[in-house]
């Protein structure tokens, strides 16, 4: 089916706020397109967390030549125009001093502070708005930010690399406190292509997190060394300390939340520590840490037992999962897991499988 004008700048909406998206958090990227008579005049989308909104920055793009043109034009946005002083003065505000006459928006904001106040707003201007154009992207686009809001968690992104015969690793012995930290080298399943998607799926999530034997197996840096952008915060479960100041979690060259039962601890600028109970709702426990400190998504790295945690209480909403051609025989078996088949797809000799959580 061909699709209607609006769902085309509406498109070219969701294209500017994907480029916004890991910038903008805690806040949402919203992709703005202003059109007169079949024209872009003016695009943009969300500056980094702080900065203008990208209604703002649409406006703020229209050439000298084409000011007068804003009033007659169609703004297009793919979320409800803010209604409230935050860090940026509300949108809907300046759309109402610019005398927009129409405003074409792709989904409501669930966010308490505005949830439909913008567009009462813009029609109590006297402003035309149509809402709900490709209303399902403008959600997924932004699903971090609407699972935040509306479940009070962040959007919880599992991901593992198994073996064509499904084992996470191969076995190994515990390893003591008094290790070699430098002898620790992982086991690799996937190819340099597939770790470096990654590295490209860290640079874009809140935070990252793994339990206490992964980090006393594979001493991991938790980084996005092999791509480019911002690190996740590194979210460390570690219930009685047996993690040292040895290992790369705790060098502080990222800022690290540890969750602990441990009392006590002295916090440092870039090393927090959270108490956490250990029990049977551990996976909500970690998540309303997680909350607490605005962070909209987390991609879990850890082993077994913490995968299993979150898919056991079936806080998770995707799971990346790449098969490698390597077969171990035997060793940790991968985790289970039911879910939505939402893409399949080879990186050489490795498959990627992502899954959405039922709901």
């Not at 084409?66 to 809907?92: A, N, R």
């Not at 490209?200 to 791509?227: F, M, Q, Y």
Request: glycine share 6%.
């Amino acid at each position: 089916m061909q699709e209607s004008v609006h769902e085309q700048f509406m498109r070219r909406c969701l294209q500017l706020a994907e480029t916004g998206l890991r910038a903008a958090m805690p806040n949402p990227s919203v992709g703005a397109v202003l059109v007169y008579n079949g024209r872009i005049i003016g695009e943009s989308f969300t500056s980094p967390y702080g900065g203008p909104h990208g209604e703002v920055n649409c406006i703020n793009s229209v050439k000298p030549e084409d000011i007068q043109l804003i009033p007659d034009s169609v703004l297009y946005v793919s979320l409800e125009p803010c209604s409230h002083f935050g860090k940026t003065p509300p949108c809907s505000d300046l759309i109402i001093q610019h005398k927009i006459k129409t405003v074409v928006i792709g989904t409501s904001d669930p966010n308490p502070l505005v949830a439909g106040r913008g567009i009462e707003k813009l029609k109590t201007a006297g402003c035309t708005v149509i809402a709900g154009v490709l209303e399902d992207e403008c959600r997924a686009m932004n699903r971090r930010f609407f699972t935040f809001h509306e479940k009070k968690r962040p959007y919880v992104i599992l991901k593992w690399a198994q073996s064509a015969d499904a084992f996470l690793a191969p076995l190994k012995n515990s390893v003591t406190l008094d290790a070699d930290i430098e002898a620790l080298k992982p086991v690799w399943i996937t190819n340099t292509y597939s770790r470096q998607l990654v590295h490209k799926w860290r640079s874009e999530e809140a935070a990252i997190l793994v339990g206490t034997h992964t980090v006393l197996e594979d001493n991991p840096s938790l980084d996005v060394r092999d791509w480019t952008g911002s690190n996740p915060i590194r979210i460390v479960l570690d219930r009685s300390g047996r993690i040292t100041e040895d290992f790369s979690v705790k060098n502080q060259k990222i800022k690290t939340i540890v969750l602990t039962e441990q009392d006590g601890l002295t916090n440092l600028e870039n090393l927090i520590y959270e108490p956490t109970a250990f029990d049977e709702n551990l996976a909500a426990n970690v998540l309303n840490v997680l909350y607490r400190y605005s962070l909209l998504s987390v991609i879990i790295e850890g082993g077994n037992k913490t995968l299993e945690t979150f898919i056991t209480a079936k806080l998770w909403d995707e799971a990346r999962i790449f098969t490698g051609a390597p077969y171990l025989g035997d060793g940790v078996k991968s985790p289970e897991i039911t879910g939505n088949a939402a893409s399949a797809m080879m990186i050489k000799e490795d498959k990627l499988t992502i899954l959405k959580r039922h709901d």
